[in-house]
């Protein structure tokens, strides 16, 4: 086994907590380091820089597209997605591989996500989207929907924090539990203590060989 420590990645520090209880501190580090792509690129970049690790995992609570994940359910990316990364025309939205500066996605590392896969088999498997605002209307939704078919959750950090594993040339997954359907904003609706729950259960399986 790789000697070199696992870095997960939370955007605050409840997520934090609710994966760190248990773990040994010489196999994997937990830290959070904000909220959305710019402070997660920035934060695992500067954790990057001062330590040696083998793998980075983004890891969180998040939006579900409904009829792809329940909420309470767990999800491991396929693909991290840059969703609103681009320009809005009046014909629609052109992501940035259209506008010839980059790629709005980056792949998960299949080694590491076979790993964690084998220890969460009930996870749900899909591209999750980055996005710097949270959806809030149902024709957002169907909108996302529509542009990613493959896509099963969103949240705030995952391609900032893939950015930084790139550029360190490290493995990079990305773990989420669903507390809500994407759509139309209704914190009452919001199953926060089930997908904290659902965090805390696959924070053991964070620890791969």
Excluded at 177 to 183: D, E
């Amino acid at each position: 086994m790789n000697s070199y420590k696992i870095l997960v990645v939370t955007a605050v520090d409840a997520e934090a907590a609710a994966i760190r209880p248990g773990l040994d501190p010489d196999l994997i580090v937990v830290d959070a380091v904000g909220v959305g792509p710019a402070a997660a690129a920035a934060g695992t970049a500067r954790l990057l820089a001062t330590g040696a690790y083998r793998a980075v995992i983004s890891a969180g609570i998040a939006g579900g597209f409904a009829g792809r994940v329940p909420v309470g359910g767990t999800v491991l990316a396929t693909r991290s997605i840059a969703a609103d990364l681009g320009a809005e025309t009046p014909d629609g939205f052109l992501p940035v591989e259209e506008l010839g500066f980059g790629s709005s996605v980056l792949e998960c590392d299949p080694v590491l996500l076979k790993a964690l896969r084998a220890g969460l088999p009930h996870a749900v498997t899909g591209d999750v989207l980055t996005l710097s605002t949270v959806t809030g209307t149902q024709a957002t939704a169907d909108r996302l929907a529509d542009r990613f078919p493959q896509a099963v959750a969103e949240a705030m950090e995952g391609y900032g924090v893939a950015s930084a594993a790139a550029a360190a040339l490290v493995p990079f997954a990305e773990l989420r539990t669903i507390s809500n359907a994407v759509g139309p904003r209704d914190r009452s609706a919001w199953r926060m203590a089930e997908a904290f729950g659902a965090l805390r259960a696959a924070a053991p399986a964070l620890i791969v060989s």
